[in-house]
């Protein structure tokens, strides 16, 4: 059984009525409980709602009274009969958890409902989990996902890592990293020491999915959604005062409690620039509205500390510079990350390595492929599993399953499997060095018949000088990653296994890449086979083939690789 933690929270809010009800709350705010229960009793017994809810609260704690869960119990009912939403959440508490009463699900479903429907946070947020665990009701992620945002819009730090956990694992709605790191990241920000902790770990895995664009956005996200939150519940902004300055009719200026006179504040052009920017390295200074309130200036002390300044507080032009200058070099160092991270996908291409039919592709293209990968061949199709992987460097070997497998050259499978794939005889590629990457790029989108496209290598390394990657301008498309990267020869200097996005890249740099791509490099992918004990053969790459015979090669000994339904 789910337990959930009651919360018991005075909230006295002040109404024409008996004065006797006010002046318990006096005494009880006081800590004087005796007092207290001598002025509600007797409204409680004349059946005033908000009476018998504090009187259920008392007996809850043992407040004046000898702790008495069934007691309890009794006046939450009385007043949750007549509406009253926090009587009705407490109920809820007591039937879930079986204090005063047997332990009774779906009672504490039917009392959480009508305190959340009330639009009490606390309410809303058990009621999501009881439906995500299925307790007291059919197990329904939707409606989880529907109370947990409700109770997270209003600031409820758990319903907040709730809806983060919807979103991330695709549960009740469709997966978002972008809005599920902005829910964690709320919550992290004003959560209690447990809830940080466990949003902090989900935010830092979620970063390793992300692009430095979607982390910015689900940042910026994080500051509209606290700010609407903080204006719903009250929290105050300091409000601008229209400046004396006819020179400077754009100009606020914030009046400083305690200053003997006011500050001019800096345009608010650069005001709400440096708030985005602020955002956008998670320091959470509220909406990009141009107004200095405490959030933002308190985000700027953050800044400011973690630079080695002073932390005044205060927004320059010079500051502008520094936030600037800090985001750009987060971007590039999160951009040189992309290569070691591609993207994870349910298809891709793979080679024949050797006359038993065993097959080199990407790992990310098969990670995903519990169930084994289809290996597609003109018209034969056959089942294969992962037989050995690397991670690090991106490859993993795929065999024929055993009661399937054959010589795929025989005409028994295939007439037309003229050879596996050979390796290069030379110790490195050169620069400039033409060369054809074979894949069956775009699955559904395009001809499923194998894609050959050339280029060149137009770099011995790969972003941030990475030794093991070669850098190709042949276009390749998702679906290439595990093809064959091949020289004039036809013969294997590399495996396809990153490129860089281009629209990601524009939004980040404000240019346009054109065809940077990725292979890991032919000696690395050897090591690989090497290490697992895979026999494979190597060439001399001295007698260039024209761009047709080097097609028909390919064609032999390159297939498409699909996870199995």
């Not at 903080?230 to 105050?236: E, K, L, N, P, S």
Request: proline residues 5%; glycine residues 10%.
């Amino acid at each position: 059984m789910y337990r959930i933690i009651a919360i018991a929270l005075l909230l006295a809010v002040k109404s024409a009525g008996a004065m006797d009800f006010w002046a318990g709350s006096t005494y009880y705010l006081r800590g004087d409980f005796t007092a207290a229960l001598r002025e509600w009793r007797p409204l409680a017994e004349q059946g005033d709602a908000r009476a018998q809810y504090y009187l259920g609260i008392m007996y809850t704690n043992g407040e004046g009274v000898p702790e008495d869960d069934r007691q309890a119990v009794n006046w939450f009912q009385k007043s949750a009969r007549q509406g009253n939403s926090q009587s009705q959440y407490h109920l809820g508490i007591l039937y879930a958890n079986g204090a005063g009463v047997p332990e009774d699900d779906p009672q504490a479903v039917y009392w959480f409902r009508k305190s959340a429907e009330q639009g009490d946070a606390r309410a809303q947020f058990n009621l999501g989990v009881m439906y995500e665990f299925g307790e007291g009701v059919p197990e329904d992620d939707r409606q989880a996902v529907n109370w947990y945002r409700q109770a997270a819009e209003q600031g409820h730090v758990r319903a907040q890592f709730g809806l983060g956990l919807m979103y991330a694992n695709g549960a009740g709605i469709p997966r978002d990293n972008v809005q599920a790191y902005t829910w964690f990241n709320l919550a992290a920000a004003r959560g209690d020491e447990r809830v940080q902790q466990l949003a902090t770990r989900r935010k830092t895995m979620l970063r390793e999915e992300m692009t430095s664009t979607q982390i910015i956005e689900a940042q910026l996200l994080s500051g509209v959604i606290a700010d609407r939150i903080d204006r719903a519940t009250g929290i105050d902004r300091p409000q601008p005062v229209p400046s004396s300055n006819p020179a400077q009719p754009n100009d606020v200026q914030v009046q400083a409690p305690g200053a003997p006179r006011p500050i001019v504040s800096p345009s608010q052009d650069t005001v709400r620039e440096s708030q985005r920017y602020l955002a956008a390295l998670g320091y959470n200074p509220g909406p990009a509205d141009g107004l200095i309130g405490k959030r933002t200036r308190t985000a700027v002390q953050r800044f400011q500390r973690n630079a080695g300044l002073t932390p005044t507080g205060q927004i320059t032009e010079e500051l502008l510079r520094l936030l600037q200058t800090a985001v750009t070099q987060e971007q590039e160092r999160q951009a040189a990350e992309v290569p070691a991270k591609p993207e994870t996908t349910g298809s891709g291409s793979g080679f024949v390595v050797n006359r038993a039919g065993e097959i080199l592709t990407s790992h990310h293209a098969v990670e995903r492929c519990a169930a084994g990968a289809t290996i597609t061949f003109g018209d034969i199709s056959r089942h294969a599993m992962v037989q050995a992987h690397d991670t690090d460097n991106d490859l993993a070997l795929l065999v024929v399953e055993p009661e399937e497998s054959c010589a795929w050259w025989s005409p028994t499978c295939s007439d037309v499997f003229d050879r596996p794939a050979s390796f290069s005889e030379l110790p490195r590629a050169s620069l400039g060095a033409e060369v054809a990457v074979a894949g069956y790029p775009l699955k559904g989108l395009l001809a499923p018949t194998l894609n050959v496209t050339r280029g060149n290598v137009s770099s011995l390394t790969g972003l941030g000088n990475e030794a093991k990657w070669l850098q190709i301008s042949a276009p390749v498309q998702r679906g290439n990653s595990g093809g064959p990267v091949l020289d004039n020869a036809g013969s294997v200097i590399g495996v396809v296994t990153a490129k860089l996005n281009a629209v990601r890249t524009a939004q980040e740099t404000g240019d346009v890449p054109q065809n940077v791509n990725f292979a890991l490099k032919g000696a690395i992918v050897r090591s690989f086979l090497e290490i697992h004990g895979i026999e494979y053969s190597r060439q001399p790459s001295d007698e260039a083939l024209t761009p047709e015979g080097l097609a028909t090669l390919a064609h032999g000994f390159t297939v498409a690789v699909t996870c199995r339904e």
